[in-house]
């Protein structure tokens, strides 16, 4: 059974950082693309981060761009997103998912876990 589980969400004040784990379980992780979405209230889900299978190939959302960096641990089968100069704009709930190849388009990502809570107060 494929699980995504995502932890490290939380209520944090603007500028502050906050790091995200997914753990991976169910599938050959280490050949999947990993990526990271977020939804806040009343918009659409959006693509944040994204990792290919070796970890050597990334891409961020401009909104993000250094700010935030993806990693990927495939012997722990674990993929990170490290959120620092957080904005109130980044509130929303998180969700890492896994793809056959680095995409920054939802429809491409097969697997997703259930979302962990990003607050980020002003």
């Known amino acids: 059974q494929v699980q995504l589980v995502e932890s490290g969400g939380g209520l944090v004040q603007a500028g502050g950082s906050l790091r995200l784990s997914c753990a991976a379980s169910g599938f050959a992780f280490g050949n999947w693309a990993m990526g990271w979405f977020r939804q806040a209230p009343g918009k659409e889900r959006e693509f944040v981060a994204a990792?290919?299978?070796?970890?050597?190939?990334?891409t961020y959302a401009d909104s993000v761009k250094g700010r935030f960096a993806i990693s990927r641990d495939n012997a722990s089968r674990s993929v990170y997103l490290y959120m620092n100069s957080l904005k109130p704009e980044d509130t929303a709930v998180y969700y890492c998912a896994a793809a056959g190849q680095i995409s920054t388009m939802t429809h491409e990502y097969a697997y997703w876990g259930q979302g962990t809570q990003v607050t980020v107060s002003s």
């Open positions: 990792i290919n299978w070796s970890g050597r190939s990334t």
